[in-house]
Every structure is written in structure tokens, then in C-alpha cells.
């Protein structure tokens, strides 16, 4: 948004602003490479080569005091266990942990029920005229294959989906930041309390049941079993983390492949490309553009010196539209290479990412088995207001 004097002004809680960033994004890197925004008293890194430097950069930006801007800036302490907001050592202990339990092989053998979840979402929505991309298919593949690795059972799992929505949700209206519930945490973990208490009695081959039986290494070599808490928080963090990136994802591919009806006939006729398609839609459009972080030493950027305890955002979702690193990076291409900062950097690269490209890349093959033109009824379209993820909340399309 541009005041009338033509002020550059960057708000991550305007929703104006968010609805499409990129213009702005694009002048921030031009003129204001280290952009700092008095109302919110936040700095923030544009440039492809700022933002890849920075973000595995942990010793000066951390994450310990939350990577959402409405999180870091409120002040509201983190409690352990969700991994994207830790710091090592504590996050090495934790990551380590759940990569041993969010493996390879339990990927692969998950494409199956993601095949299996899609054709019972879009079976169904073929003998009509349309159907909503996000609430009717990208949003139930989510919630179906993030709640079957955890063992959710099935007929609970829109019950925990809506009441993650409603907690991330940020309500219409400026100053989005003081919406920000100090009981967030405490209520998005107190959805899993049930759950993980079930489990503990039916032990099952799933995350909740890995969790359970999980040993932990601390610095001093001594092993313990999770704590209750820290269970809590890990399954709160990917639940969350499952549901909103991917649904969002599947949104704008679906979004951006209607908008770009020669690159859908390309993946039409050559299915191989898809995976090169779903890397494009996370360049073009990623679901979590903006990482903060809270600044730990006396740094300094464009020969000003930021003190320790300022707050920096991140803004990945720039740095992957850069002239300076992508050829035409605001052209939407399937075929093009390069490496994009979507999924992050260093020790936070989301653990999530293979499961991400899964469901993005058999939720597209899926639906040009069924459909190979569509188009968006953008009346009908709504965008996610949350505090972490950017994306669509209803996609409505014809399907033709």
C-alpha cells in the first residue's frame, strides 16, 4: 500500500498489503534493501542474497522467541517442543528426535493413502459443473494425511482442523497483532490432550505412538522419555504445520495453472513436469512468505547497525521473485530452475518439505485425471487470514 505522498510502506498485518505484496516487495528491494517500519518498530530483509544469508544465520536471528510476526512482536513465551520456534541446543534435541520419526521410508510408503485420499475428495465432485479447490479437496488432503500420521481418527480430525483454524485465524481489520490470544499455545495444545491420552493405551505405527515411546539424548548424555508437554507440542506443531501449508499450496497451484492455460496443457502432456511445476508454484506463491526473527547481537546491514533485541522479518516470499537471481521472476514457469527459499534454510529447512511436494505433485495428477481445463471463479474466492501461512480459504473453479 502506497500512502498519497507515495511513501514506501510495508504491514504485514494489512490485509490490502497481503493480498498481493509482491509490487511492494519489489520497491522494498530497490530502494529500502534493510526496510525498518516505525508503527511495529521491525526490520526486514528483501534481497534474495540478504535473505539466504540470514536465514541459516541462527547465532544472530533467532527463532526461540516465535517466527511469526504476531507471535515475536507480542512477547508471548514459547513453550518447548514446537520445533520452529527453538533455538539450539534445545531445537537440535528436538529435531534430531523427530527426524528419526518423520522419515523417508514413512513418506514413501504414504503416497499410496494420498492417491487413495485425493480419489475419495474428488471422485465425488466429477458429474458437476465445479467445486471448490481448497475447502472441498486441498484442505481435506491435508487434514486426511497429516491426521493419519499422527493416528487421528477420522471422524475427529475437521473437529481439530476447524478449532486450529479458528485459533491461527487473525480477524478482519488493521493491527492484527492485537488479536493475539496469550493463551495460543496453551489452547492449540490442549486440542491433542485427549488424543495423546487415547494413544498412550492403543499404540498404533504412527507419530503419536513414535512420540510416546520416544527418548530424548540430553547435552550431558543422560536419556529421557518426552515429557507429556513436550508431546503435546510437537503433535500441535504438525498438526498445524500439515494442514495450513499444504492446503494453500494446492490452492495456488490450481490458482496459478488456470491463470496459465499453455503451462496446464504442457503438464497435460507430460506429466513428468509436475514436480517441476509444484517447485514453481512454491517460488511464485509460497504459503509462509515472511520468517521473523529476533535479532540476538549487534548487527549490521547497508552500514546501519541494528541492536541485539530488535525484531527482523525475513521475507523469503521476496527473495524468490529477486531479478537479481531469477531471470522474469514475476513470470510464472514451469520449466525454469533454480533454487527457491520457500521451505527455508540451514537448521529450520522444513522437515515437512518431502511430505509437502507428496501431496502438491499427486493432488495435481489426480486432478488432470479428471480435469485438464478449469478456471477460477474468483466472486467466490476467499484468502486465508492467519497469522502464519498465506493462500486461499475457498478456491471456487469451473471445471470444463
Request: glycine share 6%; net charge negative; with cysteine.
Amino acid at each position: 500500500m502506497l500512502t498519497e505522498s507515495n511513501v514506501l510502506y510495508y504491514d504485514p498485518f494489512d490485509y490490502r498489503i497481503d493480498d498481493d505484496p509482491y509490487p511492494i516487495w519489489q520497491r522494498m528491494r530497490a530502494e529500502a534493501p534493510l526496510y525498518h517500519n516505525e508503527k511495529y518498530n521491525f526490520y526486514a530483509l528483501s534481497r534474495y542474497a540478504d535473505v539466504v544469508r540470514a536465514l541459516p544465520d541462527w547465532q544472530n536471528y533467532r527463532s526461540g522467541h516465535g517466527t511469526t510476526a504476531d507471535i515475536l512482536f507480542s512477547g508471548i513465551e514459547v513453550p518447548p517442543g514446537i520445533l520452529l520456534f527453538e533455538d539450539p541446543p534445545l531445537h537440535d534435541l528436538h529435531r534430531r528426535l523427530l527426524s528419526r520419526v518423520f522419515t523417508p521410508r514413512r513418506m514413501l510408503a504414504v503416497e499410496g493413502l494420498v492417491r487413495d485420499f485425493c480419489c475419495r475428495a474428488l471422485d465425488p465432485l466429477q458429474d458437476l459443473d465445479g467445486f471448490d479447490v481448497v475447502a472441498n479437496f486441498g484442505a481435506i488432503l491435508a487434514m486426511r494425511t497429516i491426521g493419519y500420521l499422527l493416528g487421528i481418527p477420522e471422524d475427529e480430525q475437521q473437529q481439530i482442523r476447524d478449532r486450529n483454524d479458528a485459533t491461527i485465524t487473525v480477524p478482519s481489520g488493521e493491527g492484527g497483532i492485537g488479536v493475539v490470544s496469550p493463551t495460543i499455545f496453551e489452547d492449540s495444545i490442549a486440542m491433542f490432550v485427549e488424543y495423546i491420552d487415547w494413544r498412550a493405551g492403543h499404540p498404533s505405527d504412527d507419530l503419536m505412538t513414535d512420540l510416546l515411546n520416544a527418548e530424548i539424548e540430553e547435552p550431558d548424555g543422560t536419556v529421557r522419555p518426552l515429557e507429556r508437554n513436550e508431546i503435546l507440542a510437537y503433535t500441535a506443531m504438525i498438526a498445524g504445520a500439515g494442514n495450513e501449508t499444504s492446503a494453500r499450496l494446492i490452492g495456488f497451484m490450481a490458482q496459478l495453472l488456470a491463470e496459465h492455460p499453455d503451462q496446464r496443457r504442457a503438464l497435460v502432456a507430460d506429466r513428468s513436469l509436475i514436480p517441476s511445476a509444484v517447485e514453481e508454484t512454491l517460488r511464485f506463491e509460497p504459503p509462509s512468505p515472511v520468517q521473523a526473527r529476533y535479532v540476538a547481537n549487534d548487527v549490521e546491514w547497508y552500514g546501519e547497525k541494528l541492536s541485539a533485541g530488535s525484531y527482523m522479518l525475513l521475507l523469503n516470499g521476496s527473495a524468490n521473485r529477486d531479478q537479481a537471481q531469477f531471470p522474469d521472476p514475476d513470470r510464472y514457469d514451469i520449466h525454469r530452475q533454480g533454487a527457491h527459499l520457500s521451505f527455508g534454510q540451514g537448521i529450520h529447512f522444513c522437515l515437512g518439505s518431502a511430505l509437502a511436494r507428496l501431496e502438491a505433485r499427486v493432488a495435481m495428477e489426480e486432478m488432470l485425471n479428471r480435469w485438464t481445463e478449469w478456471d477460477v471463479d474468483y466472486a467466490g474466492a476467499e484468502r486465508a487470514r492467519t497469522s502464519s501461512v498465506r493462500g486461499w480459504s475457498k478456491l471456487p473453479v469451473r471445471t470444463r
